[in-house]
């Protein structure tokens, strides 16, 4: 059983975020915060968006914690009275806002975003303050099964959140997942390949927790993700119905996704692959 994703609209649009996507930092209408991306393309399919989507729920399907999310659109006058005091990236003033949807996650108190000088874990003791130093494991595995070309040692796109007195990993923005390919009819497993050199796999920060971390936990995780595959995809068709139909993905591309998911070859390859870097 999944959550619906809510459908809500922009209330104030509170800065823009001057990254390669420009995302909003906005208000919604059930008055939380959110930063929200969307696609400038005038012809669906939406890759970005769908993207977002899928990972969202398949990261959730995996026991991985991720920020809540909504579809969001935003009313003309609301960019209008924002694009009054504050320069716009011209492609919101170019496209009808109107007709854009935003994918938003909740804005998150208390994080620190890695990077590629701060991807490790220097001893024992930070180990412990993790609580799910694992899931660091099964991100980079996850990556891997659903092609993410973009989290990457120079580019981590993972949060550590503060919770109490403990730590936890969040992972975000999966726009390149699926090779970063528009034609999902047309997937093939060679173009998801995208084992290192690069990705999390590789990084110090996962040898780190493979070092600290009860090796039979370690040995055993292999069986975890495996299970985390297949409860993947028996929520697929469910995971579907959240797209919205004019993002675009066609009946094909959802059988093609289904498809390259649902190989178990691939999946028990990919499930303990992460053991030969651990070291």
Request: charged share 30%.
């Amino acid at each position: 059983m999944i959550t619906d994703l809510p459908r809500l609209k922009a209330v104030q649009i509170l800065k823009q975020v001057n990254s390669n996507s420009v995302p909003l930092e906005l208000m919604a209408t059930d008055g939380e915060i959110y930063f929200a991306k969307t696609l400038f393309k005038y012809h669906p399919p939406y890759e970005d968006l769908i993207n977002e989507v899928l990972c969202h729920y398949l990261l959730k399907a995996w026991g991985i914690y991720v920020p809540e999310a909504a579809i969001i659109t935003i009313r003309k006058e609301v960019l209008t009275s924002f694009a009054h005091d504050n320069i716009v990236d011209k492609r919101y003033l170019e496209f009808d806002i109107e007709k854009l949807h935003f994918f938003g996650t909740k804005k998150l108190e208390d994080v620190t975003e890695f990077n590629k000088e701060n991807l490790f874990i220097k001893n024992k003791r930070d180990f412990n303050k993790i609580s799910n130093p694992l899931d660091a494991i099964k991100i980079a595995v996850f990556d891997n099964w659903i092609a993410n070309k973009d989290r990457r040692v120079s580019n981590p796109n993972l949060l550590l959140q503060e919770v109490g007195d403990d730590f936890r990993f969040v992972p975000i923005d999966n726009v390149q997942a699926f090779a970063y390919q528009s034609n999902y009819k047309g997937l093939k497993p060679a173009l998801m390949n995208i084992f290192p050199p690069g990705t999390l796999l590789v990084s110090g920060m996962l040898k780190s927790i493979c070092k600290f971390a009860d090796s039979n936990k370690i040995i055993n995780l292999e069986k975890l993700i495996f299970k985390d595959m297949d409860r993947s995809v028996s929520l697929l068709d469910d995971i579907f119905k959240q797209i919205p139909a004019e993002f675009g993905l066609s009946k094909t591309g959802k059988e093609k996704v289904k498809e390259i998911l649902s190989d178990k070859v691939r999946n028990s390859k990919l499930s303990k692959i992460y053991l030969n870097y651990r070291k």
